[in-house]
């Protein structure tokens, strides 16, 4: 009888084992589960209001207007809230319209503003609020669909994307770019979502 008990004992630490190594593989997967849906998610939106540029466009007739001429802020509250164009078929993002003046920005629920941005390709971080020409005189210029936070916490999810969209070549290049926006004291999120129009 000694020897089936013992038997037992063993036949349960071995279940035993097995299951929590099977608990660490799972809990490693649902953990990278987790990560790939937030970095879908998190491109999904920022395309989501490319495309509201782009709705708006087609429905109006033109860009929404923006200051500056390199770098532009694009007067995205006119995506919520009909300011005299008589095509608008709006609204064309579910945000709350910001308390900016210049209708530049927009409220998110979870982050802290949503933004367009209309700049060259070649513009480099410490570029983005620079004034210059390019747009102006021909060159190729970009819509950027932003979203800001207040703090750093997003910076792993950064990489994620940036490994999903640029194969992973940094913060300041390809179609996705991320950094601290020392002029608005807030981390800034922005991917190219479309060639901006000529009109």
């Given at each position: 009888?000694?020897?089936?008990?013992?038997?037992?004992?063993?036949?349960?630490?071995?279940?035993?084992?097995?299951?929590?190594?099977?608990?660490?593989?799972?809990?490693?997967?649902?953990?990278?589960?987790?990560?790939?849906?937030?970095?879908?998610?998190?491109?999904?939106?920022?395309?989501?209001?490319?495309?509201?540029?782009?709705?708006?466009?087609?429905?109006?007739?033109?860009?929404?207007?923006?200051?500056?001429?390199?770098?532009?802020?694009?007067?995205?509250?006119?995506?919520?809230?009909?300011?005299?164009?008589?095509?608008?078929?709006?609204?064309?993002?579910?945000?709350k319209k910001g308390p900016n003046l210049n209708r530049n920005d927009l409220y998110h629920s979870v982050y802290s503003r949503v933004?367009?941005?209309?700049?060259?390709?070649?513009?480099?971080?410490?570029?983005?609020?620079?004034?210059?020409?390019?747009?102006?005189?021909?060159?190729?210029?970009?819509?950027?669909?932003?979203i800001t936070n207040d703090d750093n916490s997003l910076e792993s999810l950064a990489k994620n994307i940036d490994k999903e969209v640029?194969?992973?070549?940094?913060?300041?290049?390809?179609?996705?770019?991320?950094?601290?926006?020392?002029?608005?004291?807030?981390?800034?999120?922005?991917?190219?979502?479309?060639?901006?129009?000529?009109?």
């Amino acid at each position: 009888m000694k020897q089936v008990g013992a038997m037992f004992g063993l036949d349960a630490r071995i279940a035993l084992a097995i299951f929590g190594a099977l608990s660490v593989i799972s809990g490693a997967a649902l953990y990278s589960a987790i990560q790939q849906v937030r970095v879908t998610s998190f491109i999904t939106e920022l395309k989501e209001i490319g495309k509201a540029w782009e709705a708006y466009y087609l429905d109006v007739g033109h860009e929404l207007s923006g200051s500056g001429v390199n770098f532009q802020i694009l007067q995205v509250q006119r995506l919520v809230e009909n300011l005299g164009d008589a095509a608008w078929k709006g609204p064309y993002l579910p945000y709350k319209k910001g308390p900016n003046l210049n209708r530049n920005d927009l409220y998110h629920s979870v982050y802290s503003r949503v933004e367009i941005y209309k700049s060259p390709d070649n513009v480099n971080w410490n570029q983005w609020r620079d004034s210059g020409t390019q747009c102006a005189v021909g060159g190729n210029c970009f819509v950027w669909a932003v979203i800001t936070n207040d703090d750093n916490s997003l910076e792993s999810l950064a990489k994620n994307i940036d490994k999903e969209v640029d194969a992973s070549d940094g913060d300041n290049t390809g179609d996705f770019r991320w950094g601290y926006d020392a002029f608005a004291k807030e981390y800034i999120y922005i991917l190219k979502v479309a060639l901006a129009r000529r009109t």
